[in-house]
């Protein structure tokens, strides 16, 4: 099982920006997923989770600019980041608790960070 993420790059303030994670292999169910950051020197935060059922939870500097969804037909996690500010800047990092298709493990997995940048 793999999780791989896409789509950060550079972009002006107040732009926006859409951010993948495809999870892959031997997947038989996922529960929770989400999305952490971290910029250089700081300890890595909450960016927003989301149950299977669609419930979503978002970190206090995010809320009302970001929206997280996922498509569990396609095993993906999305991060609709709009009105981008230049404390966004950071590494984006996937998550997702899988159960995989051979003993029915639950446990958790993560990505390999993505790197946003906002900068004029």
């Known amino acids: 099982v793999q999780l791989q993420a896409s789509g950060g790059g550079l972009v002006q303030p107040g732009g926006s920006l859409r951010l993948s994670c495809a999870a892959s292999?031997?997947?038989?169910?996922?529960?929770?997923m989400g999305w952490y950051r971290q910029a250089p020197g700081q300890e890595r935060e909450l960016v927003a989770t989301i149950r299977s059922g669609g419930s979503a939870n978002y970190g206090d500097s995010v809320k009302g600019r970001f929206t997280i969804t996922r498509d569990n037909a396609k095993n993906t996690l999305y991060l609709q980041m709009n009105s981008l500010k230049p404390e966004d800047t950071a590494v984006y990092y996937c998550?997702?608790?899988?159960?995989?298709?051979?003993?029915?493990?639950?446990?958790?997995?993560w990505g390999q960070g993505t790197q946003v940048t906002v900068s004029s």
């Open positions: 292999g031997s997947i038989f169910s996922i529960e929770n």
């Open positions: 998550t997702a608790d899988i159960r995989d298709d051979f003993l029915y493990n639950l446990r958790s997995y």
